[in-house]
């Protein structure tokens, strides 16, 4: 069974420019988490699709950050404009189901912004 | 709203040894699971092993295990036989099922380092 996939592994940017992530999760799971990751934290919840829509994105920036899932499969994650605090690591996560907390993760991409 | 605390930024034993870390929890949610996970160079976080709330019994993965503490609200890993693989930051997290969001609220991480 093929993993999460997210691209690009590394993106460098300068303030104020854009950025897209892209994530593909394993095949038939229905939720999809965007995790915004701080180096020296834990990851931080800043976004949740179930199918196309979203469950949850009290925690996402929205004057800057955007994420669509569309036809509940991929799901791009963009920063427009970006900013130094941006600089972390994004994780995307997906889950066949909401009853036991299991998330399959991909090997997120690390984002910094000069 | 859940928390999860872990008080040791950074561990470090010899091969083969025994270690344990620690995480503390606070969460309303009266089902719930704990995990702690596993995050290498790579970034790759990877599921170390799983507790339900509900379940008395200690989980064991083969050299990982946890006490599981309900009342005190601890979820410690014991990792035996260290080895040099084992290096990695390691993430102690909660999952509440009481409905809307349900993503997993994390700890700040050990840093855990198995010297040769």
């Known amino acids: 069974e093929a993993g999460v996939a997210q691209s690009p592994r590394y993106k460098i940017i300068e303030k104020r420019q854009s950025v897209a992530f892209w994530c593909n999760p394993i095949s038939g799971h229905a939720t999809l988490y965007w995790y915004q990751q701080i180096l020296g934290q834990g990851p931080k919840l800043l976004i949740q699709?179930?199918?196309?829509?979203?469950?949850?994105d009290s925690q996402l920036p929205k004057d800057r950050f955007s994420a669509e899932r569309l036809k509940g499969v991929d799901s791009t994650l963009k920063i427009q404009p970006a900013k130094l605090e941006d600089s972390a690591v994004y994780l995307c996560?997906?889950?066949?189901?909401?009853?036991?907390?299991?998330?399959?993760f991909g090997p997120g991409t690390r984002l910094t912004v000069l | 709203a859940q928390t999860v605390t872990q008080s040791q930024p950074e561990m470090s034993v010899q091969e083969a040894e025994t270690v344990t870390l620690s995480c503390t929890y606070d969460?309303?949610?009266?089902?719930?699971?704990l995990f702690w996970y596993k995050q290498p160079p790579s970034r790759q976080m990877i599921l170390v092993i799983r507790?339900?709330?509900?379940?008395?019994q200690n989980a064991t993965e083969n050299r990982f295990s946890v006490n599981f503490q309900k009342a005190a609200k601890s979820f410690s890993l014991k990792i035996s036989d260290s080895q040099l693989g084992d290096t990695a930051m390691y993430f102690c997290a909660s999952w509440g099922s009481g409905g809307g969001a349900d993503g997993l609220t994390f700890g700040k991480g050990t840093h855990l380092i198995i010297q040769p």
């Open positions: 699709f179930q199918n196309n829509g979203v469950v949850d």
């Open positions: 969460t309303s949610e009266n089902n719930y699971y």
């Open positions: 996560a997906s889950s066949p189901r909401r009853r036991d907390g299991e998330q399959f």
């Open positions: 507790q339900e709330a509900y379940k008395q």
